[in-house]
């Protein structure tokens, strides 16, 4: 069973401050996507990483694939109160496990103004 | 373009009773996949449907079964419900079953059971 293990649970912070999540497993990845959900509504796709060592940026959001495709890392800089929510990370395995995802636990993003 | 719907929005069932949820995807979106996420948690798969076919099954038990129709749009049915089966039950929907493919997701459906 593949698991994904997701850090902090919780973060609370001031606006303006920088802050990193993190998502680490002990299986190999083809793929991890990050979401963002807000109460009441589905997650939201921010991005997708396939390729070890992988960095992506979203305007105040960088994402980085591990070398070995096992763990990955979301930093915000400059926080703003927008930026709340709960963030999750979710892995695809390929194979024959098609499109199936595992998900972190996730972690919740308060931002103080 | 409408994104992945999902009906009812919420839903209150007794123990005991079966309940079906409904999803339309993304229009020329051809894979469907079910997701049940309990408070305070990340989504656990479910299913996932391909041009009308299993392609995945989670680790839920026989009471939770699923089908897609012709459309693409799917069903996601619960027997003989039980209290743990109170969580948020979301669709998602992506083009084809790539393992790469971005997965797009509904609003879901909240089913509570008493």
């Known amino acids: 069973t ?8 919780f973060l609370s912070i001031q606006e303006g401050e920088n802050l990193t999540v993190y998502c680490n497993s002990s299986s190999v990845f083809s793929s991890l996507q990050w979401y963002r959900q807000e109460p009441g509504e589905g997650p939201v796709l921010l991005v997708t990483v396939v390729t070890g060592g992988e960095v992506k940026k979203l305007k105040r959001l960088t994402f980085q694939f591990g070398d070995a495709r096992k ?39 308060t931002v103080h103004p | 373009d409408a994104g992945v719907t999902q009906s009812p929005t919420h839903l209150i069932k007794t123990r005991g009773q079966q309940v079906t949820l409904r999803c339309s995807p993304i229009s020329g979106h051809k894979s469907v996949s079910w997701y049940q996420q309990v408070l305070g948690q990340g989504p656990q798969f479910i299913f996932q449907y391909y041009e009308k076919e299993e392609r995945g099954r989670g680790n839920f038990p026989d009471r939770f079964s699923a089908r897609q129709f012709p459309n693409y749009s799917s069903e996601l049915n619960v027997n003989a419900l039980l209290l743990g089966d109170s969580a948020l039950y979301l669709c998602a929907s992506s083009l084809w079953t790539g393992v790469n493919q971005p997965q797009h997701f509904g609003d879901g459906t909240r089913l509570s059971i008493l």
């Open chain 1, 71 to 109: 763990d990955s890392s979301l930093h915000i800089t400059a926080a703003q109160p927008g930026d709340t929510g709960l963030y999750l990370c979710a892995g695809a395995a390929g194979g024959t496990s098609y499109g199936k995802l595992t998900f972190g636990q996730g972690t919740i993003l």
């Open chain 1, 2 to 9: 593949q698991l994904l293990e997701q850090s902090p649970q």
